[in-house]
Nanobody, 123 residues
Framework: QVQLVESGGGLVQVGGSLRLSCAAS????????MGWFRQAPGKEREFVAA????????SYADSVKGRFTISRGNAKNTIYLQMNSLKPEDTALYYC????????????????WGQGTQVTVSS
């Protein structure tokens, strides 16, 4: 059974940093694009960042470019999202997702999803 489990969310002040992790299990994800999405209350789920199966390609939403960095662990089944210079508008439930193929910015194109981890940025 495929599982994606996120961790690392929490409460942080404006300008602070957090590092999210996502551990994938149940199959080999080395060839899968993995991404981060977020959803704030009353808003649609939006793309944050994605990384290709080999880790050689990355993609970011304009709103997080220069502040967030997505990376992939050596085993390729774990991804991270380093979030710096956090803003109140970054507050959301952050989801990890996986799909075959590259690139992928639409939530509907992803096959597997985690349950999410809450990030709250206080001003």
């Amino acid at each position: 059974q495929v599982q994606l489990v996120e961790s690392g969310g929490g409460l942080v002040q404006v300008g602070g940093s957090l590092r999210l992790s996502c551990a994938a299990s149940g199959r080999t994800f080395i060839s899968y694009t993995m991404g981060w999405f977020r959803q704030a209350p009353g808003k649609e789920r939006e793309f944050v960042a994605a990384i290709s199966g080999g880790g050689g390609s990355t993609s970011y939403a304009d709103s997080v470019k220069g502040r967030f960095t997505i990376s992939r662990g050596n085993a390729k089944n774990t991804i991270y999202l380093q979030m710096n210079s956090l803003k109140p508008e970054d507050t959301a439930l952050y989801y990890c997702a996986a799909r075959s193929g590259w690139p992928g910015t639409s939530p509907s194109s992803y096959d597997y999803w985690g349950q999410g981890t809450q990030v709250t940025v206080s001003s």
